[in-house]
């Protein structure tokens, strides 16, 4: 499984989990939706980055995965602009921490990022 299938696959599993739990976003009392729905832009962001990285996406497909998660959040009940915002946050963090590791070192780090997502993508896919 490459790290486009694991990223799709993780996509897919935060896509469910976005729409099993929308009837709960209606609920005035949850807190937990406006956090969980952060959490997941915030982590659309950092694998945005990290897919820039290690290559395995076109800058169209990532735009098109964006969207995606930008439109079922939003379908779910986040607020546009706080997706923009936590996806950005998620994004520029990661792009950080990538900066941060020796350019002779990205390989290695992205092989060892898509043995974890594969091994992640089959748990979703099980």
Same mark, same amino acid.
Not at 18 to 46: D, K
Not at 54 to 83: H, P, T
């Given at each position: 499984?490459?790290?486009?299938?694991?990223?799709?696959?993780?996509?897919?599993?935060?896509?469910? %989990?976005?729409?099993?739990?929308?009837?709960?976003?209606?609920?005035?009392?949850?807190?937990?939706?406006?956090?969980?729905?952060?959490?997941?832009?915030?982590?659309?962001?950092?694998?945005?980055?990290?897919?820039?990285?290690?290559?395995?996406?076109?800058?169209?497909?990532?735009?098109?995965?964006?969207?995606?998660?930008?439109?079922?959040?939003?379908?779910?009940? %986040?607020?546009?602009?706080?997706?923009? /915002?936590?996806?950005?946050?998620? /994004?520029?963090?990661?792009?950080?921490?990538?900066?941060?590791?020796?350019?002779? /070192?990205?390989?290695?780090?992205?092989?060892?990022?898509?043995?974890? %997502?594969?091994?992640?993508?089959?748990?979703?896919?099980?």
């Amino acid at each position: 499984m490459s790290l486009a299938t694991g990223l799709q696959a993780l996509s897919v599993a935060g896509a469910l %989990m976005l729409v099993s739990l929308s009837g709960q976003a209606q609920e005035p009392n949850q807190q937990i939706m406006p956090n969980m729905h952060t959490q997941l832009a915030n982590f659309g962001g950092a694998m945005h980055a990290t897919a820039k990285v290690c290559g395995d996406y076109s800058d169209n497909q990532l735009a098109e995965q964006k969207e995606k998660q930008r439109a079922l959040s939003i379908q779910s009940g %986040m607020k546009a602009a706080a997706f923009d /915002e936590a996806f950005d946050a998620g /994004e520029k963090k990661a792009t950080a921490k990538w900066a941060a590791i020796p350019a002779s /070192e990205h390989q290695a780090k992205c092989d060892e990022f898509k043995q974890e %997502m594969e091994a992640l993508g089959r748990q979703f896919t099980q």
